[in-house]
């Protein structure tokens, strides 16, 4: 491109530019948490074709979840078994949104959904927007540390005493 230089330069130097990432090319992704330095990441997940390269590129994603403030995924039962397990824990996760891509509801179908974050370490999750997910998936995801709390289109019955009850652990 024709950039001036001067502006070139900044723009690279400024790690604030490169904090927003989605599933890209593995080479250039390596590039962006570079120039995002230590800067918090804000992840966005949506469709993941099935290559090696968006698969690496979601490996190396999730090997840097401990910089990681927000994190939006966009979870399509396709990535079932194909995807790396959350595994790791995200100190600084503030905001997590988990929609289903399929568009189903999970009551009149089977909707397949690991169990995100169940054993991950997320001290700092302040905000938990689900939809259309089974109600296991969404509650492995409960910490004490919630202020905001969103599940679209999940019916399970007594759902209200178990919401209740996770409120008060």
């Keep these: 491109?024709?950039?001036?230089?001067?502006?070139?330069?900044?723009?690279?130097?400024?790690?604030?530019?490169?904090?927003?990432?989605?599933?890209?090319?593995?080479?250039?992704?390596?590039?962006?948490?570079m120039r995002a330095q230590q800067t918090l990441l804000t992840y966005e997940l949506g469709h993941i074709p099935p290559t090696e390269s968006a698969l690496s590129s979601v490996r190396i994603m999730m090997g840097a979840l401990d910089r990681v403030e927000s994190l939006k995924y966009l979870y399509s039962s396709s990535h079932q078994n194909k995807l790396p397990e959350f595994a790791s824990d995200a100190p600084k996760l503030r905001s997590l949104t988990l929609h289903n891509a399929e568009k189903v509801h999970p009551r009149t179908t089977v909707v397949t959904a690991p169990l995100f974050f169940k054993d991950c370490?997320?001290?700092?999750?302040e905000k938990l927007d689900t939809a259309l997910l089974p109600f296991t998936s969404v509650q492995a995801m409960f910490r004490s540390t919630l202020k905001h709390l969103s599940?679209?289109?999940c019916t399970v019955p007594g759902v209200t005493s178990i919401l209740l009850h996770a409120l008060q652990d």
């Design 151 to 153: 599940i679209s289109t």
């Design 1 to 33: 491109t024709h950039v001036c230089h001067h502006l070139r330069a900044v723009a690279v130097a400024d790690p604030t530019l490169w904090t927003m990432i989605n599933v890209v090319n593995p080479e250039f992704l390596q590039e962006l948490l």
């Design 121 to 125: 370490d997320l001290p700092s999750l």
